[in-house]
């Protein structure tokens, strides 16, 4: 087999001659099948919840800490002295401080020594205790508003995702006998029949038995979108029954369908650590005790030496408030969570927070071509038949492709008539990249390409028409070919041009198809590498030769739509799936699945996974940076204990506008665009 990648002229218009490379041993090593370069943990199977901030953020909260911010002015300012001002300030930090308090009494009583609440107490209390009482209650009223402003971008998150839930329905008329009861859909074993009536919605994937009616996807999609079903056709959960009451029977339970999925995947994107925040966290598990431990040596040491307890107490409690880095975890964590949660209210399913930050480097990127560049609804364009008619070719083919879910075959399948006869097809075999066979009254019918029928000795003709031909044979006897056609997405060229803008360097297009068709494709489209003619198993192969040569600290992503290309999205660092709503293969092999099928939502989701990358590492950096600068002019004496801890507190409510920012980045485009540019 030629193995040789072609490369197109880069950055040029279309129609553009393709420019042939030959790749030294390109290693295209057979694999049976292909494993995943990691294992992932599929967070679709978790029935965990996203354990985040234990306080949540209610009105009452901010009234408090609104108080607590007044009465702290009103003590500053009111001349008093004594026990009375103590008694000012010890208000304002109590109201803001009390739930830190008590939760500090249980850390210490449980022997947890870093805990968060029992450090921040700690440095609260000896701030009082040397007498900076006003740097006491601001440790506690900062405190309170990080935690507010990062459990109020959680409610959000919450709320963005809240939509779903509703396409999620509780409760499904089950259908057994000639009654019709409502029970609870969570708890419909796969097998149930159910019944939707117009205006309900699907509650867990299905087939159609009775009914006929259109589903209207648009709200589990993120855009418009409807279809028509009748009997036999898939009922996929989270779609809205349009006209007709439909009898349905549950091939999943609702906790597997497709709506619960696309759910989870922003509730538990969290539990796949980036490792960008694995990293953090390393870090911060020596930080943390080394900073504690210098604190305590700050207010011991130098106090003996010279008796000014008081300052060297102060300055410890400025470096036990720099210790805390809990919020810092927090935000990062948040920031994706946004990010994902953001997808899912576009009908895009992110399986972790790794997949965002791998997505984020990605600086290749490999195209299956039909059904992912292509429309995927193939056309007839001619049929050349020998020694038979037209219609008798057509039906031939027709009745052994009746079972294939290949486009091309529906096609045929559509033009041949053959699903209305009596004519069956038996011992059916569809191989991967090539075509079918079956047996039909007793005779061997051959319907693929011509490496299929290279295959099985057949000689057969080169079409004399540009498109996809499809040869077919009765046991060694050739009986003509069929040419199709199938067009390009209309939006194929601006997306490549967006992706190559947004950083994507190199774009390669792989395809089963013919190299005339995919070249023609690849050179209109501005491909950097085509590869045709490909096995799905050598499509693997192409992928771990293009991940084994791709440039360090990049990654490689894989965009698929899930028809024999299941093995290439496992494989690849990133698997994206397109159109995979009605795909369960896809959406379980892949690593962020966009359920409609719009290429389009490929670029916003590559945009959405760099601006969360970036809000991570910007986060990572300013709170970095304070809490060095902090730390040292803190320890030196030249940085008040209130102005430290606002300085903090400041940095943590960039980071929560960082993440909230991420949460709404689809709508406000134009002003969260990493890099905009004229196509
Ligand atoms: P692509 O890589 O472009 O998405 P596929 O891997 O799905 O293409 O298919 C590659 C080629 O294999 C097709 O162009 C066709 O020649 C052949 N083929 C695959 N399945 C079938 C089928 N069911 N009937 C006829 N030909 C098929
Ligand atoms: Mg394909």
Not at 150 to 155: D, Q
Not at 288 to 298: C, E, F, S, Y
Not at 317 to 322: E, K, Q, R, Y
Not at 568 to 577: E, K, N, P, S
Request: hydrophobic letters at 45%.
């Amino acid at each position: 087999m030629a193995k040789h990648l072609a490369k197109t002229e880069k950055k040029k218009r279309p129609e553009k001659p393709v420019r042939e490379i030959r790749i030294p041993e390109i290693n295209l090593r057979k694999r049976a099948s292909a494993p995943p370069e990691t294992e992932r943990k599929d967070p679709f199977q978790s029935a965990m919840l996203n354990k985040t901030l234990d306080r949540r953020f209610t009105p009452s909260d901010l009234f408090l800490t609104l108080l607590a911010v007044i009465l702290l002015v009103a003590a500053y300012f009111l001349p008093t002295s004594g026990p009375v001002r103590l008694l000012s300030f010890m208000v304002p930090f109590l109201l803001a401080g009390w739930n830190y308090l008590y939760e500090a009494f249980q850390e210490a009583f449980m022997g947890i020594v870093l805990g968060r609440e029992l450090i921040v107490t700690a440095a609260g209390l000896m701030a009082l205790c040397a007498g900076a009482w006003f740097g006491a209650a601001a440790i506690m009223i900062c405190l309170k508003i990080a935690d507010l402003a990062l459990s109020y971008v959680e409610s959000q998150q919450n709320e963005r995702v809240s939509a779903l839930y509703a396409l999620r329905p509780e409760k499904a008329n089950l259908v057994s006998g000639d009654a019709v009861s409502a029970v609870s859909a969570s708890g419909l074993p796969v097998g149930s029949e159910i019944e939707v009536q117009a205006g309900e919605i699907v509650p867990a994937d299905g087939v159609v038995l009775e009914g006929t009616s259109v589903l209207d996807a648009s709200a589990l999609v993120g855009e418009s979108f409807s279809f028509p079903v009748a009997a036999g056709s898939a009922a996929v959960s989270g779609c809205t029954n349009i006209n007709a009451p439909l009898r349905i029977r549950l091939d999943k339970t609702q906790s597997d369908s497709v709506n619960s999925k696309l759910i989870r995947s922003a509730e538990n994107s969290w539990m796949h650590k980036s490792a960008h925040e694995r990293m953090l966290q390393r870090v911060l598990s020596y930080l943390t005790p080394a900073l504690v431990i210098l604190a305590i040596l700050l207010a011991v040491v130098p106090s003996i030496a010279t008796g000014q307890w008081q300052v060297y107490l102060v300055r410890a409690a400025i470096l036990l408030s720099v210790s805390q880095m809990y919020s810092v975890v927090q935000s990062v964590k948040l920031s994706y969570d946004c990010a994902a949660a953001c997808a899912a209210a576009a009908g895009v399913a992110v399986k972790g927070h790794d997949v965002l930050e791998a997505l984020s480097r990605a600086e290749t990127m490999v195209f299956d071509k039909t059904g992912t560049i292509t429309e995927g609804e193939y056309r007839i364009k001619e049929v050349f038949p020998r020694g038979v008619t037209e219609g008798q070719l057509l039906f031939l083919a027709g009745a052994a492709e009746l079972h294939s879910r290949h486009p091309i075959a529906q096609a045929i399948v559509a033009a041949g008539g053959a699903y209305a006869s009596d004519v069956k097809a038996v011992d059916i075999s569809e191989i991967p990249g090539r075509g079918v066979s079956a047996f039909i009254d007793g005779r061997c019918v051959y319907v693929g390409n011509a490496a299929m029928m290279a295959e099985h000795g057949i000689p057969c003709e080169a079409p004399s028409i540009p498109g996809t031909a499809i040869h077919v044979a009765v046991d060694s006897r050739y009986l003509g070919h069929i040419v199709l056609e199938d067009a390009l997405r209309d939006s194929a060229f601006d997306v490549i041009e967006e992706l190559r803008a947004e950083g994507v360097g190199t774009s390669v297009l792989l395809s089963g198809d013919v190299h005339s068709a995919a070249r023609r494709i690849a050179s209109s489209l501005n491909f950097d590498l085509v590869k045709a003619e490909l096995t799905p198993e050598e499509k693997c192969s192409s992928v771990e030769y293009l991940m084994s040569n791709r440039n360090v600290n990049t990654t490689l992503a894989f965009v698929g739509d899930g028809v024999c290309d299941a093995d290439a999205l496992r494989l690849a660092t990133v698997g994206i799936a397109l159109g995979c709503f009605d795909k369960p293969e896809a959406l379980e092999a892949a690593d962020a699945a966009i359920l409609n099928r719009e290429l389009r939502t490929l670029p916003k989701l590559y945009r959405l996974s760099k601006r969360s990358s970036r809000a991570v590492l910007e986060d990572t950096v300013v709170c970095g940076a304070v809490k060095l600068l902090v730390t040292i002019f803190g320890a030196a004496g030249l940085c008040p204990l209130s102005l430290a801890v606002v300085i903090q507190t400041a940095a943590i409510l960039f980071e929560a506008y960082n993440a909230r920012s991420l949460l709404y980045s689809d709508e406000r485009r134009s002003l969260f665009r990493v890099k905009e540019r004229k196509i």
